[in-house]
């Protein structure tokens, strides 16, 4: 993993100081580099890491760096992993022209890897993209919003952490039965993960998470809690329906709704789902031998799991 810090700082390097800085910038801030790690699990399924895997956990990672910048611009965030994000720093042209920069040097890094592995990223790019499009367009009226909701995930979140684990088990001399199941692997443990997160949104106490909680209930933002507590019909869940149906921006009436979310049967149910997940992606398992590689990806979706319980 040191090596992957030490090799994206150099691929971000551009002849204009100003574009390294900001493109360094997020990068710099930190970041759980989740993609890249599971890759190198990943590779561990055949030979081992090698150059290639290194360069595709950089790709990997490179495409999710920038797509964060994208991604700031559009919910008009002022911060990203608790420093200024780039568009609040500069502005939104910069932000995204750097995110530009960072996904044409992701695809730089892709065709050094061959045709396939450039079939793969255009692939995994135009899920991304189509995610966030969906998100941005919300559920027609014959929509099911958490059909809906569920597609964004895995086209935003999924697809990539899908391909992390696919270029690992691949570049690593996998079999074809091992990289086609931690493919899938990849994208259960990458939607899991998403959702642990709208959990940890409702759940979480600031100092635990670095996060306001409830951000996303203010903003309006559609998460598996909110979506399983619009679904019911109770009575004892109207006043949350209520509120989950309008704007949260009085202080108030976001703090009820946090306290009338937090205690309802919803976040139970969104649990039981993202432990469903995971038990499902561990399950795809069973392609691999028994050992020390198949324990820690197990262990790696766990992870995923226990963070929001």
Known sequence: MLEVEEAMLGHVESEAPFVTKAARHLM????KRFRPL???LAAETGQGANADVLTA???????????????????????????????????????????????????ELTAALGPEAVLIQAQT??????????????PGPEDDALAHYLRVVAGKTGSLIATSARYGAMFGGAGDDVVTALTEYGE???????LSDDILDVASESDESGKTPGT????????????????????????????LAQPLTDDALHAEALGLLRAHPAMAEA????????????SLLQALPDGPVRTALEAFADVVADRSS
């Open 28 to 31: 710099e801030a930190g970041g």
């Open 271 to 282: 649990r039981a789902y993202v432990a469903a997940e995971a038990a499902a992606a561990k």
């Open 57 to 107: 956990s950089c790709v990997v990672e490179l495409t999710h760096l920038a797509s964060l910048y994208h991604d700031d611009v559009m919910d008009e965030a002022a911060l990203r992993r608790g420093a200024e994000s780039a568009n609040a720093r500069w502005d939104n042209h910069v932000a995204i022209l750097t995110g530009d920069f960072l996904f044409a040097r992701s695809s």
């Open 216 to 243: 996303d209930l203010r903003e309006g933002v559609p998460t598996l809690p909110s979506l399983f507590a619009l679904r019911t019909t109770d009575e004892s869940g109207a006043r949350l329906r209520e509120l």
């Open 125 to 138: 790019f135009s899920r991304l993209v189509e995610g966030q499009i969906l998100e941005t367009l919300g």
């Open 38 to 40: 599971l890759c190198f």
């Open 188 to 194: 259960r443990v990458g939607v899991a993960f998403q």
